[in-house]
């Protein structure tokens, strides 16, 4: 029989709320990142110059065919000898979450981009509007319009992503929960099936609202 109500203290419910804490600070401050980085690489991809849109396809390539816990490992451990610069674990892993997410973010928000009509762009340039105008005023807003049901999901990806971060020692949800499981009652299964649980209920409310976003775009 499992003994629950140490797993229900105040003291471990709040040590494990801190480790969520520390989850939902990778997810949005590395999809920040991304989506900031993943404008630019859309952009970039969809130029006509080829110095221009060669890089940028050759990141989004690389990147893509990196596996995440491979391109963490990188970051952490190679940027001391490489750069000269010691990172903190979560440094590490925002770094990493961000170049990872970017190159998968830039597909979608291009795929949004070729989505546009190009008689809009037009109408905009025939009224005067630079190319950087029509990008931010016509092209930029309707992309996200368009491709903001793929980003949540994306996003989803992204939170079930960061508890990759425990090998590097993150403090994050699974890391504490690790510390749980290995201490007096040494009971892992009652702690991974909250934790599981509190990744269900943040990802079902966020696919929710991926579905509102969905049915409000085709309206």
């Given at each position: 029989?499992?003994?629950?109500?140490?797993?229900?203290?105040?003291?471990?419910?709040?040590?494990?709320?801190?480790?969520?804490?520390?989850?939902?600070?990778?997810?949005?401050?590395?999809?920040?990142?991304?989506?900031?980085?993943?404008?630019?690489?859309?952009?970039?991809?969809?130029?006509?110059?080829?110095?221009?849109?060669?890089?940028?396809?050759?990141?989004?390539?690389?990147?893509?065919?990196?596996?995440?816990?491979?391109?963490?490992?990188?970051?952490?451990?190679?940027?001391?000898?490489?750069?000269?610069?010691?990172?903190?674990?979560?440094?590490?892993?925002?770094?990493?979450?961000?170049?990872?997410m970017a190159a998968l973010l830039a597909e979608?928000?291009?795929?949004?981009?070729?989505?546009?009509?190009?008689?809009?762009?037009?109408?905009?340039?025939?009224?005067?509007?630079?190319?950087?105008?029509?990008?931010?005023?016509?092209?930029?807003?309707?992309?996200?319009?368009?491709?903001?049901?793929?980003?949540?999901?994306?996003?989803?990806?992204?939170?079930?992503?960061?508890?990759?971060?425990?090998?590097?020692?993150?403090?994050?949800?699974?890391?504490?929960?690790?510390?749980?499981s290995n201490r007096p009652p040494f009971q892992?299964?009652?702690?991974?099936?909250?934790?599981?649980?509190?990744?269900?209920?943040?990802?079902?409310?966020?696919s929710l609202f991926s579905n509102w976003l969905?049915?409000?775009?085709?309206?």
């Amino acid at each position: 029989m499992f003994e629950l109500d140490w797993l229900l203290r105040g003291s471990i419910l709040l040590f494990l709320l801190k480790g969520f804490g520390v989850t939902l600070a990778l997810a949005f401050l590395s999809g920040a990142i991304a989506f900031c980085l993943a404008i630019f690489l859309a952009a970039a991809r969809t130029s006509r110059s080829p110095f221009i849109s060669l890089p940028a396809a050759g990141y989004i390539e690389l990147v893509r065919a990196l596996p995440l816990m491979l391109l963490i490992f990188g970051v952490f451990f190679l940027s001391k000898p490489f750069l000269g610069i010691a990172l903190t674990p979560f440094q590490a892993g925002i770094i990493a979450l961000s170049a990872f997410m970017a190159a998968l973010l830039a597909e979608t928000l291009r795929a949004g981009l070729n989505s546009i009509e190009k008689g809009l762009i037009e109408a905009g340039k025939s009224q005067g509007l630079s190319s950087v105008q029509v990008f931010r005023l016509i092209q930029f807003p309707l992309m996200v319009r368009r491709m903001a049901p793929a980003l949540v999901s994306q996003f989803i990806a992204l939170l079930k992503a960061t508890s990759l971060t425990v090998v590097i020692g993150v403090p994050e949800l699974l890391d504490r929960a690790t510390v749980l499981s290995n201490r007096p009652p040494f009971q892992p299964l009652p702690v991974y099936l909250l934790i599981a649980f509190a990744f269900f209920a943040t990802n079902y409310l966020l696919s929710l609202f991926s579905n509102w976003l969905q049915k409000r775009a085709e309206k």
